[in-house]
Nanobody, 119 residues
């Protein structure tokens, strides 16, 4: 059974740093583009960051550009999100997702990890 399991969430003060991890039980992890999304209470799930299959390119939502860094380790089947200079508006559940390049569909989602940023 394929699983994406996020970890690393918690409470952090504004301005602090946190790193989220996503462990993938995908035998072909390197074949998927990997994304991070987040969802605040009462709001829609929003795109945060994306990284290519090789890890050579990444893209970010404007709201996190310059503060967050997405990375991956294909040898370990791991995805990361380094979050610096956190803001209260970053408070949300964070989800990792695997996207199939051929169909461009999100085929796997994690259960999410909660991040709360206090002012």
């Amino acid at each position: 059974q394929v699983q994406l399991v996020e970890s690393g969430g918690g409470y952090v003060q504004a301005g602090g740093s946190l790193r989220l991890s996503c462990a993938a039980s995908l035998r072909t992890f390197s074949m998927y583009t990997m994304d991070w999304f987040r969802q605040a209470p009462g709001k829609e799930r929003d795109f945060v960051a994306s990284i290519s299959r090789s890890g050579s390119s990444a893209s970010y939502a404007d709201s996190v550009k310059g503060r967050f860094t997405i990375s991956r380790d294909n040898a370990k089947n791991m995805l990361y999100l380094q979050m610096n200079n956190r803001k209260p508006a970053d408070t949300a559940g964070y989800y990792c997702a695997a996207r199939d390049e051929a169909s461009r569909a999100y085929v796997y989602w994690g259960q999410g990890t909660q991040v709360t940023v206090s002012s």
